[in-house]
């Protein structure tokens, strides 16, 4: 074993923190001389520093849920914390921010136990589980990097193709540090398309709800490659992905695997959800004193704990997309708040009901997987495909089936069925943006069209200073 993993194993490691963030190399606290990397076992530390970064609040333990809702026209600010209030009326830069949150670390993670973990010895099964592991959750950060700050394949505007710098190998020290350019957006998802193929073919199979679905499995692969497909545009590529990873989880045609109406509320206070295809375990002892008051998506969501923020409710505009006997709209509590005006509304979905403000977060459930199919088959052209996956879904939440609908009113029937499936999921601007569509506000906030450069976020300027081969993104020049 390298001399340097083991400098970097026991703290100390070069940490760049003047250079591009991709390139850092900090210590990772949870690693002791004990979990040096020695055989295949002692990766598993490091896999577990690497979910770790998963539930950052930076990520999606809250900013990768709220910040893509207020952004668009899911949810409104009723207090002014200072926290969204730019994202809300999508003021110049005011974006999300992945580049220097610590997503960069973790793939630089990932890369080193994609590396180093074929120069020990040790269980072969094991090792094909964890690099499984590791392909899933670096797919998955350049997955969210590359739809924040590029463009998808085929929906570029005026030909702007770059994303983010793409690194496989790992950064151990000066001499593997380089400056690089954008790699362009296709270069990208081909990355995670590979690396994605790669985890499908480690990793295990398992069921939906299980405690199995902390960590990656060969559905949550499954799963987020059919997303990707139909962020891509691979549409027939999408509805097939869907229907395989619907198979391995025992999904049914008509619905069967997922819960019932009379039972979505609880499913969001039961741990795991019992349709979380990849969910993030959140324990007391991952969370500092002050950390679920402050940061937790209970706390700015809903008013159930003594000190909560509930700085965000729901715009008038998603209460409206709701059917009559919707499942979902239970899931906003009617309610007031000090200093805001009229009835608010405070989401039902995260309640801490592990106690204290915890909770765990689903971040891939089962009900996507019929959307993703939905729309997939009706952009080829199966409109009565894409409206039995539809119905499918909504007859497990209350409400009535779709008839006689095609073409653009079913793509907007689907868009409008994820819009309410997701709420406070962090789908909403990625689901308008993908598809080339004007941003949508609540009230009187200006729309956000399109072509406008706020649809991409811009790259932080210390990091395009440093690196002359760095170039922001049209409009933040």
Known sequence: ???????????????????????????????????????????????????GRVRSFNYYGQTMMIA????????????????YIGQEVNADRAHINLWTTGVYTAINETNILLTEIEEVEGDEALRTKLKGEAYFLRALFYFDLARVYGYEPGQEVNGWNSSVILRTNPTLGFSDAD????????????QIESDLTNAISSLGGQ????????????????????????????????????SQAMASMGLTANGDGLVAANAYEEAFNT???????FEIEIRSVDWSSVDGVNNSMSSLTANVFTGAQFIVTATDELLDSYDAGDVRRDMWDETTRSGADGVVYASKKWLGSKGDFLENLPILRASELY????????????????????NALRSKRGVSALTGITGNDLFQAILN?????????????????????????????????????????????????LNDLLEDNPGYN
């Open 1 to 51: 074993m390298k001399n340097i993993i083991k400098t970097l194993v026991l703290g100390s490691a070069l940490i760049l923190g003047s250079c591009d963030s991709l390139l850092e190399t900090e210590p990772r606290q949870s690693l002791t001389p004990e979990s040096a990397f020695t055989d295949v076992e002692s990766f598993e530390s490091l896999l577990m520093s690497i979910y």
């Open 68 to 83: 893509p809702e207020i952004m668009a026209d899911n949810l409104r600010i009723i207090a002014n914390t200072g926290r």
């Open 179 to 190: 400056f690089r350019a954008r790699s362009t957006n296709r270069e990208v998802y081909d």
């Open 207 to 242: 069921s939906i709800g299980t405690a199995d679905n902390y960590r990656a499995t060969k559905g949550a692969a499954e799963t987020l490659l059919a997303r990707v497909y139909l962020y891509e545009g691979k549409n027939s590529e999408a509805a097939a992905m869907a």
């Open 271 to 277: 741990f795991p959800n019992p349709e979380s295809v």
């Open 371 to 390: 959307l993703i199919r939905a729309e997939a088959r009706q952009k080829t052209g199966d409109n009565a495909g894409a409206l039995a996956d539809l």
């Open 417 to 465: 069925e994820r819009r309410i499936e997701f709420a406070l999921e962090g789908h909403r601007w990625f689901d308008l943006k993908r598809n080339g569509l004007t941003i949508s506000k609540s009230g009187t906030i200006e729309p956000v069209p399109y072509s406008d450069y706020r649809i991409l976020a811009p790259l932080p300027q210390n990091q395009i200073i």
